[in-house]
């Protein structure tokens, strides 16, 4: 008992040894993980999901997230090609889609990530106009996906979208804008009342002329219309006399005074 003894108290700190080795050489990766392996600094490759065993201090252990990545870019202050001054915000959507070239290729894949595309965002809008950025989003937005995944493909990165979020205008701007879209509405408006004076003039016309054609419409219209004034229940009312009624006494008279 006593050599047993003895050769258990020989061996506890190498079974301590093996059992830190064990735990310290089994690595568990998660599914949206990988692990880019470094050993003796050389890259082995990416290994996992699961269960995976690497060689305690020779190897060392990267993990790699390829999970997508929603970033905020800043606020940037832009001039746009018409010298207006704004600043705008947006984010990129972006994952990993080779490990080893991102942590090789990049020191921080997301850090220049963001400022690239802070850069490219500022490049892209300065070359644009105003009515572009607020009226064309959609090209603006696919033409910075492409600059960005473009730049960032040999880093092992696909940019999936870039969306701008707000474009902030100067106060001055602001007034312009909302006179300018006073002044269209009401260009707008000038316009229907003009067609629908234009359209009442051509159907007055047209009752005109075929009112004209029998004298008797006339009469009947004349009557309607002293119909809707009396409804109105007003105090006064204009009744014109027809000159037709007194023209025989007038054709009387004349022949009376010539002779």
């Known amino acids: 008992m006593e050599i047993i003894s003895a050769l258990l108290g020989a061996m506890g700190p190498l079974l301590v040894l093996i059992l830190f080795f064990l735990f ?15 050993r003796l600094g050389r890259v082995i490759g990416a290994k996992g999901p699961g269960l995976i065993i690497v060689i305690p201090i020779i ?22 090609r018409d ?12 994952r990993v889609m080779d490990p080893v070239k991102a942590v090789v290729e990049v020191e921080n894949y997301i850090y220049a990530t963001s400022q690239f595309s802070q850069t490219t965002l500022r490049s892209v809008l300065g070359q644009a106009e105003l009515d572009d950025v607020l009226t064309k989003r959609e090209a603006i937005n696919h033409e910075l996906q492409k600059i960005i995944d473009e730049a960032t493909d040999p880093w092992g990165i696909k940019v999936t ?16 804008m909302a006179k300018q879209a006073e ?13 629908g004076e234009f359209q009442a003039a051509e159907k007055l016309t047209a009752a005109a002329s075929l009112i004209g054609q029998v004298p008797t419409a006339l009469q009947l219209r004349f009557l309607q219309t002293l119909v809707e004034i009396s ?23 004349t022949q009376n005074q010539d002779k």
């Open 183 to 195: 002044a269209e509405r009401e260009r707008r408006a000038k316009i229907i009342s003009a067609e």
């Open 231 to 253: 409804a109105e229940k007003n105090s006064t009312v204009l009744f014109p006399f027809p000159i037709e009624l007194v023209e025989p006494f007038l054709k009387k008279m």
């Open 83 to 94: 010298n207006v001054p704004i600043k705008v915000d947006a984010v990129v959507y972006f």
């Open 24 to 38: 310290s050489a089994v690595k568990v990766i998660r599914e949206y993980e990988r692990a880019v392996i470094f």
């Open 59 to 80: 190897d060392k252990v990267w993990k790699v997230d390829l999970r997508t990545v929603a970033m905020d870019v800043p606020p940037q202050e832009v001039i746009t």
């Open 161 to 176: 979208s870039v969306e701008l979020k707000a474009v902030e205008l100067p106060e001055g701007m602001k007034r312009a």
